[in-house]
């Protein structure tokens, strides 16, 4: 029990300097809020991973995701912390994010296996900020995608860059999963990559943050 506290308090201070660490080069290198709010996001979750083997019950992690969640609802009415905050658009995607990982690890620790939390914080980690700031950054040949008369806010660069980098993540993580690579590894991995895409995708304000780990979490309780 003890030890358990100390590894939450632990988790705090990480993160706490790790917020810390963000919001210096925002104010010292006038970093744009954006960059400065997905390394953010990038490395907060990059840092909770390895939770499930170390916690042995979800209580914890919704304490710290409560924390988490006070500490940014404060900090954005006290117009603090603004390496997360200063965007020109609307999102709750940053409150949403302690939220989807609790409940992601709420699934995997009920299901009893730590892959169906992993792989989806790995892909939110790392394809959601990579597909927006090559969206945002990279304006020739790069356009908003239009679907059946539809222009969605997302552009062909980042969703392809998404699918393309969640596909090799989930083609190495289910081979090391499973032990082997064959057929299923490949059509599983693609369907992980194009759920996590299409979620990018119909994201509204940052909702993906929710709805990208949810959906791959369903997909591998469906066909794990």
Sequence with gaps: ???????????????????????????????????????AHFASILAVIPMPYMFNSHWYVLILALVFFAVLFITQKGKLLNSIHDIKRKSIGSYLLPLSIYLTFLAASLLQNKF????PMLILAI????????????????GRIILFGHKFKKTW????????????IAIIALYYYRGFFDFKTFWLATTV????????????????NLTIPLSILLILVICL
């Design 193 to 208: 990559a194009l759920t996590g895409t299409v979620a990018e995708l119909f994201g509204w304000r940052g909702s993906d």
């Design 157 to 168: 660069l980042g969703s392809g860059a998404f699918f393309a980098m969640s596909l090799i």
């Design 116 to 119: 169906i939390y992993i792989l």
């Design 127 to 142: 394809c959601d900020p990579m597909a927006a700031i090559l969206g945002m950054n990279i304006k020739k040949y790069n």
């Design 1 to 39: 029990m003890g030890n358990i506290i100390t590894l939450s308090l632990l988790y705090l201070l990480g993160i706490a300097l790790l917020l810390g660490f963000n919001e210096l080069n925002y104010r010292r290198f006038k970093i744009r809020g954006e960059i400065t709010r997905k390394f």
